[in-house]
């Protein structure tokens, strides 16, 4: 089916608009069409065997006897209807059409009238009945042709993203809440599966696929449609969680169509109820979690697993801010990876979508930070792609492929692979949201920009060690190590010279530790009346001269760490050819001069002092004791082409060049 066809049938569902409008809000248009396109869809795919199923059901009715699993074999799918009706009979009876309707519907199996119970379906049955609108809006979805040699699942996941597209336009959403772009997700589940091609074409080969933010289900159906391609005969099982109902109900229905086991997907948060059980691993986990999204409604039990079942949990390397959950998703799929055995088999391979953020947000020591070092250290990170900017609906920024497995080839091992494929895409003909460009695919004039990259991937350790390779520049291969570094601090002495001033008198007077001494405004008045010189280089002749006043004013010396403290506060000024501040016999370090350095992993961090810090500042040191390691991936640093800036004589000339045809045009509108 071409992309015209299934826009015709998307049209079709949509124009129940036209019968809602005045009843009901547009943001809630696709609260009718959603789900009942869902129950056409579901009745289409029931037609050829409703009979069957019917005289099934009759059967064990007269019988008592619990009959799913015989209707559930006479129907074909894992979801059946027992009911005689049909929607066009329903529509065809317009007075008992909402009555007719909702014995229609409980007469599905459970999977299939949970997923309409997501979409609230008996309320818009109610609402629509009211408005005398229910039988109009089933007569239209009746004309809609939906049968499964007319519309293939694959192009069934087509209508169901361009309705919600138009829905989320409605209601101000953003469809890349509910599903990725269909050429991503081809790209990702190339180079997630790739590498695998030889042991997938084994016989009676089984695959489990997870996808922790699931939308629609189109990367989970996007990644068994590539295993079977690649092995017929392969089992694929899919397994998935998401939030949104109707995107939950859309992905379960496309289960159940399928033959796949609508159970697998779990409704909920991944997080805080996560729909897999605790130990249960996958072959492939893969995923476009949301951008940027905060995790606050879950907080409490994020915190709680990290503190309390730290490394045995799922989130004990750490926590990244509270503002985005992206690596908390990363963190979770990490922890639904099957082990590798003494052999080497078993494994998986992870594959997440990501923004910048994820590659650098955080700094040493902090939870972003510790989760990349856990990755590293464990040799899990593969590779990082870079992909176009403007390339999801709900985002112009650029994003990044992260591709992670426990069972790293021997090419692999200890590397991570960057590639930029970032000038890798077509203008698109008209804009979806944000989506302004797509990933070529070879069809109609388009270049195979999704083969392109997975070739190169494939071939990326070997492109990147020959400097012959034509798309050398656009590969990277690193050591793990390469991302790791040492933030120092950098310490330098405080050094003050001490002097009675008007501005350091009224310091004086200001300080609260001062004006808490019974003889406060005494000691103040003393030191105001000394004559003579009222500058000193040590503290110790500052201290004798103002001690010495205050007793030859007649009031007493406080003693004390806290009076010693707020008067070398009050009367102590910063001067690098100052007094060096001693603490304990140690220099005491001054933090406005504090500074830090990132040093490589490994390096030597007194020779990198004394390298680059001494030659500046010869008093530098370092306070080991703050030291922390850190990771960080500055992806577009290492791509970074110096382009040197136009010669000026050629940019006046052009000034001078605009400024003439300015005053040509000027002048024509003067005559």
């Not at 021997?410 to 077509?426: F, S, T, Y």
Request: hydrophobic share 40%; with cysteine.
């Amino acid at each position: 089916m071409n992309s015209s066809k299934h826009t015709e049938l998307a049209n079709h569902a949509w124009s129940v608009a036209d019968l809602l409008r005045g009843d009901y809000k547009q943001s809630d248009y696709g609260k009718v069409i959603l789900p009942f396109t869902v129950l056409r869809r579901l009745e289409c795919v029931l037609e050829p065997t409703r009979q069957k199923v019917a005289e099934t059901a009759a059967l064990y009715e007269s019988q008592e006897i619990d009959g799913d699993y015989f209707l559930r074999k006479a129907s074909g799918h894992s979801f059946y209807n027992k009911s005689a009706l049909t929607l066009k009979m329903i529509a065809a009876d317009p007075q008992n059409a909402a009555k007719n309707l909702q014995v229609y519907v409980g007469s599905f199996s459970e999977n299939a009238t949970e997923v309409l119970d997501k979409y609230e379906f008996a309320q818009q049955i109610k609402k629509l009945d009211s408005a005398n609108l229910l039988y109009q809006v089933i007569g239209k979805f009746t004309d809609l042709d939906l049968r499964p040699e007319v519309v293939s699942n694959h192009n069934m996941g087509y209508i169901f993203e361009e309705l919600i597209r138009r829905f989320a336009e409605q209601s101000n959403e953003t469809a890349g809440e509910h599903f990725t772009p269909r050429e991503v997700i081809r790209l990702m589940v190339n180079l997630l599966i790739a590498p695998d091609g030889d042991a997938l074409s084994l016989p009676g080969v089984v695959r489990t696929v997870m996808d922790p933010a699931c939308g629609t289900g189109g990367m989970l159906s996007a990644a068994e449609e590539h295993i079977k391609a690649l092995n017929p005969d392969a089992t694929v099982e899919v397994y998935g969680q998401e939030l949104n109902p109707e995107s939950w109900a859309i992905c379960r229905s496309d289960l159940m169509i399928k033959g796949q086991d609508p159970e697998n997907i779990a409704f909920g948060n991944s997080f805080s109820d996560p729909g897999q059980k605790q130990g249960e691993t996958f072959d492939y986990l893969l995923a476009n979690p949301p951008f940027g999204v905060d995790w606050k409604k879950v907080k409490e039990e994020v915190e709680y697993e990290h503190t309390n079942l730290g490394d045995s949990g799922r989130f004990g390397a750490g926590l990244p801010r509270i503002s985005d959950g992206s690596l908390l998703f990363l963190q979770h799929m990490i922890s639904k990876m099957k082990p590798v055995d003494a052999k080497g088999g078993g494994g998986s391979r992870i594959a997440i979508v990501f923004n910048g953020s994820p590659l650098f947000s955080g700094a040493a020591g902090s939870g972003e930070s510790e989760i990349r070092r856990w990755i590293l250290e464990n040799d899990w990170l593969e590779a990082i792609v870079a992909l176009p900017d403007q390339l999801f609906y709900n985002t112009g920024i650029s994003t990044y492929f992260w591709i992670l497995t426990n069972r790293k080839d021997a090419r692999h091992k200890g590397k991570v692979v960057l590639l930029d494929a970032r000038d890798q895409w077509v203008k698109m003909q008209k804009s979806l949201g944000d989506k302004r460009k797509e990933l070529g695919d070879g069809s109609g004039s388009k270049p195979n920009q999704i083969g392109d990259i997975t070739r190169l991937y494939g071939d990326s350790v070997a492109a990147a060690a020959d400097a012959e390779h034509p798309l050398h520049s656009k590969v990277k291969v690193f050591d793990n190590m390469t991302f790791g570094y040492q933030r120092i601090t950098v310490e330098r002495p405080l050094k003050l010279r001490f002097e009675l001033t008007e501005e350091t008198l009224a310091a004086l007077e200001a300080s609260k530790a001062i004006q808490k001494l019974p003889n406060a405004s005494a000691l103040v008045e003393a030191f105001k009346a000394m004559e003579g010189p009222r500058s000193w280089t040590t503290k110790s002749e500052a201290w004798v001269a103002l001690k010495d006043a205050a007793v030859e004013a007649g009031t007493t010396w406080p003693t004390g760490a806290p009076f010693s403290k707020a008067l070398r506060e009050a009367v102590g000024v910063r001067d690098p050819q100052g007094e060096v501040q001693m603490v304990k016999g140690q220099k005491e370090p001054d933090a406005e001069l504090r500074d830090f350095e990132n040093v490589p992993l490994g390096e030597d961090v007194e020779e990198y002092l004394k390298r680059e810090v001494h030659p500046h500042v010869a008093d530098a040191w370092i306070d080991h004791a703050k030291t922390k390691v850190g990771y960080e991936i500055p992806f577009t640093r290492h791509f970074y082409v110096y382009k040197p800036p136009r010669p000026l004589a050629e940019i006046d000339t052009e000034l001078k060049a605009l400024e003439a045809e300015i005053q040509a045009l000027l002048s024509e509108v003067t005559e």
